[in-house]
């Protein structure tokens, strides 16, 4: 017995180093590129580089417009994805009895979450662009992303609603509470944490998609007020799109990165942002 005990100690002690070194690697990493990122291209972020728009005639580098452009398919993106993801998640583990169904539908968001962003791009110019006449625009860029965010949305959600107790369900419907009323009070408040996951996990997937946004957003560089970006034919290019045709097509390597640390800063104010809504609504429950 002592030398199992001894033996299972040392095997323990084994997998929590290699757990540890492997995080620390990881970490290590992250860190090395996000150092290198801001490390090449701080020393292009300047005023004028981030207030004005791109003009060749005038031989000036600016990316107002992909910011906003960035910001406002981020805006319409979730407007859309977070109602129909989390509404999916709750009919499927509040709702649904059938559990073939209920398989067929979760396969088929696992299936949708692998397929190759540029399969989705070529879809969404079929579909949006051309036979739905919306044109190549940010609403057309959106509704692909939407496509792609929402089998994330709902898996994040869905896990996260099996987490709630399922005490918590009986005591509210001993209580008197509807089923609607239950959920809407007392199982949606229990798994915010999962819905802001979920979307912090979308906004993720969003600002770094540039292949389907190519195809479906087009790459135009006008600055768009609100109402115009989301009416059809209103093309822009986001950021991520902007750092491909800088990296790719001029060669431009400096602004690509100048791009990149701006894409990093605009991701972590949003996650920031969406991770404090959820406290408060954490809190307000």
Same mark, same amino acid.
């Given at each position: 017995?002592? #030398? ?53 005639? +005038? ?5 107002? $417009? ?33 559990? #073939? ?49 929402? $089998?994330?949305? /709902? +898996? ?8 709630? $107790? ?22 949606? $408040? ?9 979307? /912090?996990?979308?906004?993720? #997937? ?52 100048? /791009?990149?640390? /701006? ?16 406290? +408060? ?5």
């Amino acid at each position: 017995m002592d #030398r199992i005990s001894s033996s299972r100690r040392v095997k323990c002690a084994v997998l929590k180093t290699l757990t540890y070194v492997s995080a620390g690697i990881i970490c290590a990493v992250l860190l090395g590129l996000v150092g290198y990122i801001i490390y090449r291209g701080a020393g292009g972020i300047s005023v004028k580089f981030l207030t004005s728009k791109p003009s060749l005639v +005038r031989e000036t580098i600016g990316i107002f $417009p992909n910011i906003l452009n960035t910001v406002y398919i981020i805006l319409m993106t979730l407007v859309i994805v977070l109602p129909l993801g989390v509404g999916a998640a709750v009919y499927l583990n509040e709702y649904a009895k059938n559990k #073939r169904i209920i398989e067929v539908i979760e396969f088929a968001a696992e299936t949708l979450s692998g397929i190759p962003s540029i399969i989705y791009g070529l879809v969404g110019m079929l579909i949006f662009v051309q036979f739905c006449s919306i044109g190549t625009s940010l609403l057309a860029g959106a509704l692909t992303l939407v496509i792609m965010t929402l $089998p994330t949305v /709902i +898996r994040t959600t869905q896990e996260s609603l099996k987490t709630v $107790p399922e005490g918590y369900r009986e005591g509210a419907m001993a209580l008197g509470s509807e089923k609607w009323h239950m959920i809407r009070t007392v199982v949606l $408040p229990s798994a915010v944490d999962g819905i802001v996951t979920g979307c /912090i996990l979308a906004v993720g #997937r969003i600002v770094g998609e540039s292949a389907a946004l190519l195809f479906t957003a087009g790459m135009a560089n006008e600055v768009l007020g609100l109402f115009d970006a989301v009416m059809p034919g209103s093309a822009g290019s986001t950021l991520t799109v902007a750092l491909y045709m800088y990296a790719k097509e001029r060669g431009e390597f400096d602004v690509a990165f100048a /791009i990149a640390v /701006i894409l990093l800063i605009l991701t972590f104010l949003i996650n920031l942002s969406a991770k404090k809504i959820g406290n +408060r609504l954490k809190g307000a429950k």
